[in-house]
């Protein structure tokens, strides 16, 4: 369940959290062993879950886990050289890599060629792949 992977992210309890939501626990604990659908739930309990978890309402919904498990895939089972180069990028970054600049053509061009040459990646999982690793830096 998203909220249980969200706590074990933010290494917090499920009494915490219903503390610092100001929800009740058992409202939290029926959300959680399935007893209450979140959805069912009132939008001021989702929102201050989300609040207090630091996500968007949408997230903790059925939708936002299905987009959210969605984006997750576009990250794996990658043509070979594209997730090479993602691979490489990713860890130009944590490293500091004074060679991040050839990593992100590199990589923009993989996408490039797996979206548009091959087609192997659909333009909204292309797109997805750009905004997430190549334009988050250039935001103002």
């Known amino acids: 369940m998203i909220i249980e992977d969200l706590l074990e992210r933010r290494k917090m309890t499920k009494y915490r959290l219903a503390i610092e939501a100001n929800i009740p ?3 939290l604990s029926e959300i959680c062993n399935g007893k209450t659908k979140l959805e069912k739930s009132s ?4 929102y201050k879950l989300a609040k207090t978890l630091g996500v968007s309402m949408e997230l903790l919904t059925e939708s936002g886990i299905r987009q959210s498990e969605r984006e997750r895939s576009y990250e794996y ?4 050289y594209l997730q090479h180069d993602l691979d490489a990028y ?7 890599s004074s060679l991040l600049d050839c990593l992100w053509g590199e990589l ?3 996408i490039n060629i797996a979206e548009i040459s091959e087609g192997t990646i659909t333009p909204e999982h292309a797109d997805y ?3 997430k690793f190549l334009w988050r830096g250039m935001r103002t």
């Open 90 to 96: 990713i860890d130009g970054l944590k490293k500091g």
């Open 77 to 80: 089972n990658l043509p070979s």
């Open 43 to 46: 939008a001021e309990t989702v």
């Open 108 to 110: 923009y061009g993989s």
């Open 129 to 131: 792949l750009r905004q």
């Open 25 to 27: 626990h058992s409202t």
